[in-house]
């Protein structure tokens, strides 16, 4: 028989309640891996400061679309600018370039207008601006102002180069024929050459107007130009009034050039008289001196051959003057450099031609080629230096100032008269105004004593009787003169007698002409007797 016997296992088993944290712990793992893998990137952006921006809660857009958000701000280890560790959205890795631009968008007052307004309720926010390079990149620097041209726009961007910035900045509109064409991006000072760089933006398809004779001027607010033709006004539009700007073409008389790449530099102009004004290529200098005030005369002014303009003042060379020692002689000349073009006399622009002026120039001199200082304006004052050819001046020849050649000049017209005023001036000046006054004090002491004495006299008896006698003598002759009135016995005898003395006149007149015709009369009669015939006694 047989028999089985139980057997007894000692190994336990795991309860069931165990696989809740098991699970949970799997589910998490998963969901950590799965967070990692589809997370989105993290961004490290710095910013000058952190105005406006608060960990957690700035938001980061792009189109106006949320992609992200701020998680910690930090001070950089420079102390000088501010960290943000930014957290992406999966999708926003593609936009992530080297190119790419960020800013924070607050609100902006300034010439330009004004934006940002809806930051005020909703608070400020940091705009992605995905560039069109290489991916990858996860360090930024933000930008402090917002840019005005989106990366990858089409058009033309540009440098232009001023003497002073006026009113043209960020966002100042670029005009053609006073329609907006394109904008000024950015503007700063270059320390080194002390002049401004506009870089600027022609959108397209306005890019094309652009060439290698396109020149660029300001037309912000009103430009007041006074110089020797007079005073000048040019007003801009409403918009260019308001914000400043800027606009191009090509000058009239040029023509067009060829098309320009981008940062291509151009020079911009203060004015469009400036800016049109005519470029030569081949010119030469000389030095001209005056002894007179050059007060109005600025460099740009009108260089004049008998009133056709042949140049212009570059500058006066009073440093090179003061360098030698000549300013402390009392008679010293104003050294004035001058720029001659030949281009100007219509005979072409080369060297050539160029050569034919200096020699003209030196052949003049010799033939009474001389500068004279003349006024251009008399409103404004402004000055200018005309050439012209004197007969009564000696023959010279052209001189040296500091390596230029010198060209003689003259005093005429009204800097003369000027001359000659100073001069009598001087000369009065120099007269003995002291010695002049004490013999006129003299003077007025003696007669303040005759005006005295004769006070006295009119003062006495003898002079206060006069009236008196002079009253009795004008009566006694008034009436001397009526006895000599109509109707008086001495008029009419005088009458009788004047009637007389006409009678025995025009008899006197007869008897003149008769002897006139018969001077024998006062010889023998008039009436000739016959001589007497002898008779013949019975």
Request: proline residues 5%; charged residues 20%.
């Amino acid at each position: 028989m047989m028999s089985a016997d139980a057997t007894v296992s000692t190994k336990r088993r795991v309860p069931a309640i165990w696989l809740v944290p098991l699970v949970a712990l799997l589910l998490g793992i998963w969901m950590a891996v799965h967070t990692a893998l589809n997370k989105g990137p993290e961004v490290s952006i710095s910013f000058a400061t952190a105005e406006g921006i608060e960990a957690g809660k700035t938001r980061i857009k792009a189109r106006s679309v949320e992609i992200g958000i701020v998680e910690s701000v930090t001070l950089g280890e420079d102390l000088d600018s501010v960290v943000l560790v930014v957290q992406l959205d999966p999708v926003a890795k593609s936009l992530l370039r080297e190119d790419s631009r960020f800013w924070v968008v607050r609100p902006r007052f300034g010439t330009s207008g004004v934006s940002g307004l809806g930051t005020i309720v909703s608070g400020a926010y940091i705009e992605l601006d995905p560039g069109e390079g290489k991916e990858g990149r996860r360090d930024f620097k933000g930008l402090e102002d917002i840019p005005v041209t989106p990366v990858g726009e089409p058009g033309l961007r540009l440098t232009l180069i001023s003497e002073e910035a006026g009113s043209i900045g960020a966002g100042t509109t670029v005009l053609f024929k006073d329609h907006a064409v394109g904008r000024v991006e950015s503007t700063e000072f270059d320390s080194d050459n002390q002049t401004f760089r506009h870089q600027v933006f022609i959108d397209a398809p306005y890019d094309v107007l652009v060439n290698d004779a396109t020149r660029f001027w300001n037309v912000s607010g009103i430009h007041v130009d006074a110089g020797v033709d007079g005073v000048k006004v040019n007003i801009g539009s409403l918009q260019s009034l308001l914000q400043g700007g800027v606009t191009f073409g090509v000058p009239e008389g040029l023509p067009a050039g060829a098309a320009v790449d981008n940062e291509t530099e151009f020079v911009l102009y203060g004015s469009y008289d400036s800016a049109a004004q005519k470029r030569y290529q081949y010119h030469t200098y000389y030095v001209v001196r005056f002894k007179q005030s050059l007060a109005g005369l600025l460099p740009g002014a009108p260089v004049l051959f008998r009133g056709i303009n042949i140049g212009v003042v570059e500058r006066i060379m009073i440093d090179a003057l003061a360098a030698g020692g000549g300013i402390a002689g009392q008679g010293s000349a104003i050294p004035v450099l001058i720029k001659l073009e030949a281009g100007r006399l219509g005979l072409g622009d080369t060297q050539v031609v160029t050569d034919q002026l200096i020699e003209a120039v030196k052949t003049g001199v010799g033939n009474g080629l001389r500068g004279t200082l003349a006024t251009g304006n008399l409103l404004t004052g402004s000055k200018l230096i005309s050439f012209d050819y004197y007969a009564n001046e000696t023959s010279a020849s052209p001189g040296d100032f500091n390596g230029y050649t010198t060209i003689p000049t003259i005093e005429t017209g009204l800097e003369r008269i000027e001359v000659k005023v100073s001069q009598l001036l001087d000369k009065l000046n120099g007269l003995p105004v002291e010695a002049t006054v004490e013999s006129a004090n003299r003077t007025l002491a003696g007669l303040d004593g005759t005006v005295k004495e004769l006070r006295e006299l009119l003062a006495s008896d003898k002079v206060q009787s006069m009236p008196q006698a002079l009253t009795k003598t004008m009566s006694e002759l008034t009436r001397t003169l009526e006895s000599f009135s109509s109707g008086s016995e001495f008029y009419d005898d005088l009458a009788r007698a004047l009637a007389e003395l006409i009678l025995t006149l025009q008899g006197l007149d007869g008897l003149s002409t008769t002897l006139e015709k018969q001077p024998s009369l006062l010889i023998f009669p008039k009436t000739i007797r016959p001589d007497p015939e002898p008779e013949v006694l019975p």
